[in-house]
């Protein structure tokens, strides 16, 4: 059973960065395509970028040239590096591996992100 601790997260001011961590205990991760997830007040959780096992990267064109997807299988461990950041980022943001039916892990606690204008 894999576990997903979010960390990183905080309170920075429009235009500002952050880089945000998920580490997974309990099994690797390594061969799962991973993903990070945002949940705005009132919306629904959106997924905002992934990145395959082999490295490849997609985006949400919202966080498109501002977000980088990365991973470290080493430490089991996937980072988002979060530039140029709006108040519209403003979210609990989580990680997790997407499926075809949801997800294949649970939900951590999460990491909250407030951006001020």
């Known amino acids: 059973q894999v576990q997903l601790v979010e960390s990183g997260g905080g309170l920075v001011q429009a235009g500002g960065s952050l880089r945000l961590s998920c580490a997974a205990s309990?099994?690797?991760?390594?061969?799962?395509?991973m993903g990070w997830y945002r949940q705005a007040p009132g919306k629904q959780r959106e997924l905002v970028a992934t990145?395959?096992?082999?490295?490849?990267?997609t985006y949400v064109d919202s966080v498109k040239g501002r977000f980088t997807i990365s991973r470290d299988n080493a430490k089991n461990t996937v980072y988002l590096q979060m530039n140029s950041l709006k108040p519209e980022d403003t979210a609990v943001y989580y990680c997790?591996?997407?499926?075809?039916?949801?997800?294949?892990?649970?939900w951590g606690q999460g990491t909250q992100v407030t951006v001020s204008s």
């Open positions: 990145i395959g096992s082999g490295g490849s990267t």
């Open positions: 997790n591996a997407p499926s075809w039916s949801g997800t294949y892990y649970g």
């Open positions: 309990g099994s690797t991760i390594s061969s799962k395509t």
